[in-house]
């Protein structure tokens, strides 16, 4: 597999190399050396296809493929044949990451999801991977060390955390709205006190009057009644009483029209 922009940058970095400088990285079998490392671990060498110098047994375990199988082919390759159908980008990553690390000689880190899109949500796996240059005394790359990390956990761990956070904006969303609805019912509770309270200081003021009016009709000597618009009568002064010759509670609560008072004066 071969990519331009990826062939200037290794072509750019490799092209003050002699012959012969770095054979025992080129040619040799560094296998030895990171075979027991407990990570799945490769060994590239910094060309177009960064073949695999080595891979350590936690990764092929991981593999579920032969060594003489993963050891010595293009870790491009290695890597569409693995995720490609699983996520595209996957293998755009990697190449992206490699030609960072031999650009700039510095680490790279990358998170592929390598999530098999035909499977249920939540059953997929995450990979972090990070690109390591080692250099020689006089700064040429020798190899690139590819670590990686599952990365599941943390990735699922995340998206709950996202979930519950999502859940909790939603809850105080619905509580701001709750809240908002029990200060308005609280109000229109307040303002009916305030309403009743004010009815009952306008009865007491009311009936305070009613009293002083009766006490000042009752000392006039002329006949005071008074009625509602219905025409019942409401009240009748103490002159009234004498001057009609009905008693109280014949009157009050009676409809009096002009002809009742007419009946009456006549028959005084």
């Given at each position: 597999?071969?990519?331009?922009?990826?062939?200037?940058?290794?072509?750019?970095?490799?092209?003050s190399t002699?012959?012969?400088?770095?054979?025992?990285?080129?040619h040799?079998?560094?296998?030895?050396?990171v075979?027991?490392?407990?990570?799945?671990?490769?060994?590239?060498?910094?060309?177009?296809?960064?073949?695999?110098?080595?891979a350590?047994?936690?990764?092929?375990?991981?593999?579920?493929t032969?060594?003489?199988?993963?050891?010595?082919s293009?870790?491009?390759?290695?890597?569409?044949?693995?995720?490609?159908?699983r996520?595209?980008?996957?293998?755009?990553k990697?190449?992206?990451?490699?030609?960072?690390?031999?650009?700039t000689?510095?680490?790279?880190?990358?998170?592929?999801d390598?999530?098999?899109?035909?499977?249920?949500?939540?059953?997929?796996?995450?990979w972090?991977?990070?690109?390591?240059?080692?250099?020689?005394?006089?700064?040429?790359?020798?190899?690139?060390?590819?670590?990686m990390?599952?990365?599941?956990?943390?990735?699922?761990?995340?998206?709950?955390?996202?979930t519950?956070?999502?859940?909790?904006?939603t809850?105080?969303?619905?509580l701001q709205?709750?809240t908002a609805?029990?200060?308005?019912?609280?109000?229109?509770r307040?303002?009916?006190?305030?309403?009743?309270?004010?009815?009952?200081?306008?009865?007491?003021?009311?009936?305070l009057?009613e009293?002083q009016?009766?006490?000042?009709?009752?000392?006039l000597?002329q006949?005071?009644?008074?009625?509602?618009?219905?025409?019942?009568?409401?009240?009748?002064?103490?002159?009234?009483f004498?001057?009609?010759?009905?008693?109280a509670?014949?009157a009050?609560?009676?409809?009096f029209?002009?002809?009742?008072?007419?009946?009456?004066?006549?028959?005084?």
């Amino acid at each position: 597999m071969r990519d331009s922009g990826l062939s200037k940058v290794v072509s750019d970095s490799t092209s003050s190399t002699q012959p012969g400088q770095n054979d025992g990285w080129r040619h040799g079998n560094p296998g030895h050396l990171v075979d027991a490392i407990p990570r799945p671990m490769l060994i590239l060498f910094p060309g177009l296809d960064f073949v695999i110098s080595a891979a350590s047994d936690a990764y092929i375990r991981e593999a579920g493929t032969p060594r003489q199988e993963i050891v010595g082919s293009p870790l491009l390759d290695a890597f569409e044949r693995r995720f490609a159908q699983r996520s595209p980008d996957n293998v755009e990553k990697v190449r992206s990451s490699l030609a960072t690390v031999v650009e700039t000689k510095s680490s790279h880190q990358i998170l592929l999801d390598c999530s098999d899109r035909t499977s249920q949500a939540g059953s997929g796996r995450y990979w972090r991977i990070e690109n390591t240059p080692v250099l020689s005394s006089s700064g040429e790359l020798l190899c690139i060390v590819h670590f990686m990390e599952d990365f599941t956990r943390c990735v699922r761990c995340q998206e709950d955390t996202e979930t519950l956070s999502s859940h909790a904006r939603t809850l105080e969303a619905e509580l701001q709205v709750s809240t908002a609805a029990a200060a308005h019912h609280l109000a229109e509770r307040q303002q009916a006190t305030l309403s009743i309270q004010k009815l009952i200081e306008d009865s007491e003021v009311w009936r305070l009057g009613e009293q002083q009016f009766r006490v000042i009709t009752d000392s006039l000597p002329q006949p005071v009644w008074t009625a509602r618009s219905d025409g019942y009568v409401d009240y009748l002064n103490r002159r009234f009483f004498d001057f009609a010759g009905v008693p109280a509670e014949f009157a009050v609560g009676e409809r009096f029209c002009g002809d009742s008072l007419t009946r009456s004066e006549s028959t005084k």
